[in-house]
């Protein structure tokens, strides 16, 4: 009896080896992007060019060669594709639009890059390279079998050359909720500059989650990188201004790399990322494949880790609620600030009770904030802020965040933006939100709310029944 007991338990025990793997719903590690691929990519947007006077410009046909040729290459695999056309001063242009037809579509993760060049010659560094580099990504996660929790989206734009046009295009016609889903937006614009640099967008007021995540990627694989502020110089400007959460990777144009960036990246100091920027140069032989090879698995990487992020919020630990005066029945008692937004009138609802934190609404130049200090448990396995705000607003426009209202968490002399709501925010009645405070457990923050407005037509910001919890 005892005997065939045991080998019974073995043979559970390596079923149950055998199982695990497949109950486990963890996401793979991000499989190496295949630079050979996006090296033949590449090849094809230089012959289309050869083929066609030498460039992939806006409004010749070099242009719409290669956004037939990336549409052609996504459709095969399996994604959702769009060619949506617009015009500009040079003629019809386009964007290329891919969604893979899974993840949970009201969380959209986005990587985009620009599809044309100048018209001096092919812009196979500026930009075939981004765009080499995201459709082999895209091509790749299809290839992967993932099941992404969120809903990725790719998006090669037209005439980002003639200002960014294809990306403003882009968003200015997608609806107010259509641009609420969207969590995230990646941005490659010249990956594989002769003389690199490894350059990470530091220009993201609605949070750098994602700008640290390619810095710890890069130094994971030890690259140093360097923060640049890109602002209105690529297509990622566009979602910026919308509040969207944005960041990306640049090897260098113009710019002259010092000495100091050579001892570190190699390279040559003295001389320009990309000696052939904007000139008929900038053809297949203008690549670093090192860079590319390394920036094309940042994209992996990104895009992999991202297709998991929750974006749920997740329901908050149930424990006690750390805040004094948490639904502010109190009055001012507990919180500190500019003094006037906790209050009872009855020009907004409070959610319960009468009293609420109003937070402008004064339809001129205004900043208000209030805050409190919460010290968050070492011993927590989870911690969350949640809120319930209601937005009102008498601005009308669909594209830009007049006034604003941020959630921050002020740990020492940092302020971390945890979310930013806008005028473009607004609710008919209050809605809650949960944020992640996990990563400040062991340490006494100030939960803090800030309301900048501009200097005409109101937006209110309302907030009640606030909670920090731990557990
Ligand atoms: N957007 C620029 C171009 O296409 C390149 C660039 C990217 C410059 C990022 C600075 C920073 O010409
Ligand atoms: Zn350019
Ligand atoms: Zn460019
Ligand atoms: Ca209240």
Redesign the pocket.
């Given at each position: 009896m005892r005997r065939s007991l045991v080998p019974g338990l073995g043979v559970v025990l390596v079923a149950g080896a055998l199982l695990a793997p497949s109950n486990i719903a963890a996401a793979a590690d991000s499989p190496d992007i295949s630079v050979t691929a996006v090296r033949a990519h590449l090849d094809q947007l230089q012959s289309i060019a050869n083929s066609n006077g030498g460039n992939r410009y806006t409004g010749r046909p070099g242009y719409k060669a290669s956004a037939d040729y990336v549409k052609a290459k996504l459709d095969a695999a399996g994604y959702t594709t769009t060619l949506q056309s617009f015009s500009t001063s040079a003629g019809t242009s386009y964007n290329v639009i891919a969604e893979w037809p899974h993840g949970d579509a009201n969380h959209v993760v986005m990587a985009g890059s620009?599809l044309d060049s100048?018209s001096a010659g092919p812009g196979i560094n500026?930009?075939g390279s981004g765009s080499a580099g995201v459709l082999e990504t895209a091509l790749a996660y299809a290839a992967s079998g993932q099941s992404p929790k969120n809903r990725l989206r790719f998006g090669f734009w037209g005439s980002?050359?003639l200002g960014l046009l294809g990306s403003k295009y882009y968003v200015n016609n997608l609806p107010a909720a259509e641009r609420d889903k969207i969590e995230l937006y990646l941005n490659f614009?010249?990956i594989a500059s002769p003389n690199p640099g490894y350059?990470v967008y530091d220009d993201n007021p609605a949070g750098n989650g994602a700008r640290d995540d390619l810095v710890a990627y890069f130094t994971s694989k030890n690259v140093q990188t360097e923060f640049?502020d890109?602002q209105g110089?690529?297509d990622h400007a566009a979602f910026r201004s919308l509040g969207i959460p944005t960041a990306g990777t640049?090897s260098g144009?113009e710019d002259t790399k010092t000495s100091a960036q050579a001892a570190k990246w190699g390279g040559t100091a003295g001389k320009a990322f990309d000696a052939c920027?904007?000139r008929s140069c900038d053809t297949i032989t203008n690549l670093d494949l090192t860079s590319l090879d390394r920036q094309i698995d940042a994209i992996g990487h990104m895009i992999w880790t991202y297709a998991q992020k929750d974006y749920s919020g997740g329901t908050p630990p149930t424990g006690a609620n750390l805040l004094k005066n948490p639904g502010f029945e109190s009055g001012a008692v507990d919180w500190t600030g500019t003094s006037g937004p906790i209050t009872n009138d009855s020009g907004r609802p409070a959610r319960t009770g009468t009293w609420k934190a109003w937070l402008q609404g004064n339809g001129r130049s205004t900043t208000e904030n209030i805050g409190q200090p919460v010290a968050i448990p070492a011993a927590a396995a989870a911690a969350a802020l949640s809120l319930w705000i209601r937005i009102d607003t008498a601005e009308t426009t669909s594209s830009t965040a007049y006034d604003t209202l941020k959630v921050q968490v002020v740990d020492g002399f940092t302020a971390t933006t945890l979310a930013r709501y806008s005028n473009l925010n607004k609710t008919t009645s209050y809605v809650q939100k949960t944020l992640d405070l996990s990563q400040y457990k062991g340490r006494t923050v100030t939960v803090q709310f800030l309301g900048q407005e501009d200097s005409s037509l109101q937006t209110s910001f309302v907030i009640d029944d606030v909670a920090v919890t731990a557990g």
């Open positions: 620009h100048v500026d930009n980002e050359e614009d010249m350059f640049i890109v110089r690529s640049f144009a920027y904007h």
